[in-house]
């Protein structure tokens, strides 16, 4: 996990922060309230509470606007040595530290690509503060636990595991607490790339933030099994009938998934150097 200081601009953090408001306000069928008994929010609006929702790209412009213009795939590309980024999903979450039931609910410990039908390493994703977060508020991540294999997802509602065909093994809750954890204080407009097999929770509230996800070079679709396939949310019949280690540009095409968003131009002069962001940073987890 890398953090990126000053990744959008004003310009680019106020509109955002309007879109999450009227993203808040007509959510999407995956939302949920990860502070409620099931996760269950009502058909619109939101009263508090720790609120999460995805593929907003799908519906709403101003998120596809910057999902596509904006500098999270620069940046994730850079940090994975990608020579491009195609973009993944978008996910929303709001966590106000100031909310009774938001700062008690706790973010389970979790990998992101266990959730995902990919494979690869160049898989990252770019979570955007769009508040301030002092470093006690903010996720933690297990340091080194980008080499562990996946472990079974878990619902963030109660943190209970998938039921799926063929279950991964769950993560090792001694494991988990004798792990060095780190974590960051963030202005907003600052963000954090990380790879999508790190272990990261904890029960920070960090205000207002976006994430988006994005694959690189060598990132192939995943064959899963029933019942551990989170997103895309919308299977469609090229998701359903990909091969295993199909090229991502060949899958779902006509409904918009995986679109190219970033090639880097000086990727062949500068070859797979690293983003320098080292001295910025606590070091790598």
Not at 136 to 163: K, M, R, T
Not at 270 to 279: A, F, H, I, K, L
Request: charged letters at 20%; proline letters at 7%.
């Amino acid at each position: 996990v890398v953090p990126i200081r000053g990744l959008i601009d004003l310009e680019w953090l106020e509109f955002l922060r309007h879109e999450v408001e009227s993203a808040i306000q007509n959510h999407g069928p995956c939302a949920e309230d990860l502070a409620a008994k099931g996760g269950i929010l009502p058909q619109t609006g939101f009263a508090g509470g720790y609120f999460t929702d995805l593929e907003m790209a799908d519906r709403l412009p101003g998120f596809r606007r910057f999902a596509c213009e904006g500098p999270s795939a620069a940046v994730a590309a850079r940090v994975c040595s990608s020579e491009t980024a195609r973009f993944f999903y978008d996910q929303l979450f709001c966590k106000d530290p100031a909310d009774a039931r938001a700062a008690a609910a706790f973010t389970p410990w979790h990998q992101d690509m266990a959730y995902w039908p990919v494979q690869g390493e160049q898989v990252a994703s770019v979570f955007i503060a769009l508040d301030d977060v002092p470093e006690s508020e903010c996720l933690q991540f297990l340091i080194g636990s980008h080499h562990w294999p996946e472990h079974q997802p878990v619902n963030f509602a109660d943190g209970s595991p998938y039921q799926s065909s063929d279950p991964l093994p769950a993560l090792d809750e001694g494991k988990v607490a004798s792990s060095r954890k780190v974590a960051w204080g963030l202005r907003a407009g600052d963000a954090l790339v990380f790879h999508g097999r790190i272990v990261h929770g904890g029960p920070g509230s960090w205000g207002r933030a976006l994430t988006l996800r994005f694959c690189g070079d060598n990132v192939r679709w995943a064959k899963r099994p029933e019942g551990r396939w989170a997103v895309p949310t919308r299977p469609t019949e090229d998701t359903i009938s990909a091969a295993d280690g199909a090229e991502l540009s060949e899958i779902g095409v006509d409904a918009g998934l995986f679109p190219l968003v970033w090639v880097d131009p000086l990727f062949a002069a500068r070859g797979s150097s690293p983003v320098t962001v080292q001295e910025r940073s606590k070091g790598y987890a």
